[in-house]
C-alpha cells in the first residue's frame, strides 16, 4: 500500500543519471562496471516509478555530447544499452510499460536503432505507464530542429506568423502529447541541467543528490517524491500549494 504521501505521485518526473563513473573510480574499477551497476538501478527506479504510479519516467541515457567521451567507453555503453532493452522488454511487457525513445535517433548505431524500435514496437500497445529513455539527445539540437520545422511549414505556407504560439513548438518536440516534467532528479551533486529538457522544464521542479547514481534506492526516490508534495508550485501566481492548497 502506498504512503500517503505518495497517493498523489508526479504525472512526470525525469531523472539525470549522473555519477557511474565516480562512483567506480571510488571502488578503483573500470568506469564500465559503473555503468553496468547504473543498469541496475535503473531497473529498480522503473519498476518502482510504475507501482508508485508515475505516468511518465524520462531518464537520460545518452546524451549529443556524450560522443566525446573515449571511443572504448562509447561503445561499451551502446553494447550495454542494446543488453539493457533484450533483458528488460519482456519486464516491460509484464508491467504494461511503454519505451519510447526521444532524441536524435538517427544518430544511433544501427544495430541499437534496430533493438529500440523493435522494443518500441513491442511495447506500444502498453498504456501503464511511459518510459522514455534520451538517446543521443539534446534540447538545443531538439529546438533547432523545432524551429527549422516551423520554418519550412511558414515557407510553404501551411501555417502564418501568428500561428505560431508555444503549443506549436512544444508540438514539435520530442516529447510532443505528453506532460511537462513535475520533477527532475539529478544525482552525483552537480546542479546543472546539461542540456535537458530546457523547454520541457520551465516549471519544473528541481531535486538534487550528492547521491551516486548506482547507489541511488528506490527508498532515496520516494524520500525525494513525498518532499516534492511539500513544494509550492505556483507558475508565477499566488495560488496553489501541493500539500495543502492555501494560498502563498
Keep these: 500500500m502506498k504512503s500517503e504521501a505518495l497517493q498523489h505521485p508526479p504525472s512526470h518526473v525525469a531523472v539525470i543519471m549522473d555519477g557511474n563513473g565516480r562512483w567506480a573510480k571510488k571502488k578503483l574499477m573500470n568506469r564500465i562496471k559503473g555503468h553496468e551497476k547504473g543498469a541496475d538501478t535503473v531497473r529498480t527506479i522503473v519498476t518502482a516509478s510504475r507501482e508508485i504510479g508515475v505516468g511518465v519516467l524520462t531518464l537520460y541515457a545518452f546524451s549529443t555530447e556524450n560522443w566525446a567521451r573515449p571511443e572504448t567507453e562509447v561503445t561499451a555503453l551502446m553494447s550495454l544499452l542494446k543488453k539493457f532493452i533484450r533483458t528488460e522488454t519482456p519486464r516491460l511487457k509484464e508491467q504494461n510499460i511503454r519505451l519510447n525513445a526521444i532524441g536524435n535517433t538517427e544518430g544511433l548505431p544501427a544495430d541499437v536503432r534496430e533493438y ?24 538545443r539540437e531538439e529546438l533547432t530542429s523545432a524551429v527549422k520545422t516551423i520554418a519550412s511549414k511558414l515557407q510553404k505556407e501551411e501555417i502564418a506568423e501568428e ?42 521542479e528541481f531535486f538534487f543528490t550528492d547521491t551516486l547514481w548506482p547507489d541511488f534506492t528506490r527508498r532515496e526516490f520516494e524520500e525525494i517524491l513525498s518532499h516534492f508534495k511539500t513544494r509550492n508550485r505556483r507558475f508565477g501566481k499566488t495560488t496553489c500549494s501541493l500539500s495543502d492548497g492555501s494560498p502563498q
Design 116 to 139: 529500440v524500435f523493435a522494443a518500441m514496437e513491442e511495447t506500444a500497445g502498453n498504456d501503464g505507464m511511459i518510459l522514455n529513455l534520451a538517446l543521443n539527445y539534446g534540447s
Design 163 to 204: 500561428d505560431i504560439t508555444e503549443a506549436v513548438i512544444t508540438d514539435q518536440l520530442y516529447t510532443a502529447g505528453q506532460p511537462e516534467p513535475d520533477l527532475l532528479i539529478r544525482t552525483s551533486g552537480e546542479m546543472r541541467l546539461s542540456n535537458f529538457l530546457l523547454w520541457q522544464s520551465a516549471y519544473t
